[in-house]
């Protein structure tokens, strides 16, 4: 009888046990991207080496908790956009599921984007975001970097009065005021942007501070899918899975520009 009961006891015991486990593992599946982990650098930049060659010249990289977008100019002389994102989408009434996806766009580059892209996918390290984040003390989940020219450009909603700037492979990371990095989309600096400035009254050299913004703009005498632009329906389409995240808002107004 004593067997019996404690076999019975071992028995809820280890019942007990599964269903903690199972437990455990649901919560793991939650959070973020409905679980997804991203496709970072690492992942990523071997396929585009791949698709292009280590010496297609980079316009862009940003790497964000959606995954990663490059901006290439390849053998072609084309400008070759490809996006590695996780996106959201309705299954049925009121539930929603998340798969990754590859969105691959080809264009003419402009005389800007050709005379900024700088360096090859050969030359970025796979890893230099990651010992960024770790240098700067930001987070993976909610952060920003954003590769143009020779410089990355760090951003963070866990930190947003803290940004940075650092070389192409990690080196001389350092605080930068700057609420945006350079659009190589343009020529010149946008109109967006303002410059004030101050001469003290003993005559010394005038200092001058330049403020950013990031504004965009859509016009459209429709807002149906077809009477919109192919950019203008992506940054559409991105922002509404941003989901009111001005982290992430920002970086679709830097991907997409009308």
């Known amino acids: ?16 046990a599964a269903v903690v ?41 940003i790497v964000d908790s959606s995954g990663t977008y490059y901006q290439v100019i390849g053998a072609d002389r084309e400008l070759h956009i490809r996006d590695y994102t996780i996106v959201e989408s309705e299954v049925e009434a009121g539930t929603y599921g998340y798969n990754r996806k ?5 264009r003419a580059a402009t005389a800007a984007e050709s005379r900024n892209a700088e360096l090859t996918l050969g030359q ?7 010992k960024l984040y770790s240098n700067v003390g930001f987070p993976k989940q909610g952060s920003s970097a954003t590769l143009t020219g020779r410089s990355w450009f760090l951003e963070s909603g ?17 605080r930068t005021q700057a609420a945006a990095p350079p659009d190589p989309n343009t020529a010149a600096i946008p109109s967006s942007t303002q410059a004030a400035t101050t ?12 403020v950013y913004s990031i504004t965009t703009t859509i016009s459209s ?14 940054l559409v389409t991105c922002i509404a899975h941003a989901r009111s995240d001005v982290n992430k ?6 991907k997409f520009v009308p």
């Open 1 to 16: 009888m004593r067997l019996g009961i404690k076999r019975l006891f071992l028995g809820a015991v280890v019942v007990t």
């Open 21 to 61: 486990g199972i437990a455990v593992a649901v919560d793991l599946t939650v959070g973020p991207n409905g679980g997804l982990k991203p496709y970072g650098l690492q992942k990523t930049l071997p396929q585009m080496v791949a698709s292009f060659g280590a010496n297609a010249r980079v316009v862009k990289i």
């Open 102 to 106: 590859t969105n691959n766009f080809v």
């Open 124 to 130: 970025v390290d796979p890893g230099v975001v990651d």
């Open 158 to 174: 866990a930190h947003p009065d803290h940004r940075f700037v650092a070389r192409y492979n990690g080196d001389s990371v350092q």
């Open 199 to 210: 001469t003290s009254s003993n005559g010394s050299n005038a200092i001058t501070t330049t």
């Open 221 to 234: 005498g429709s807002t149906k899918t077809g009477k919109l632009n192919g950019t203008t329906q992506r």
């Open 249 to 254: 808002i920002a970086v679709c107004q830097r």
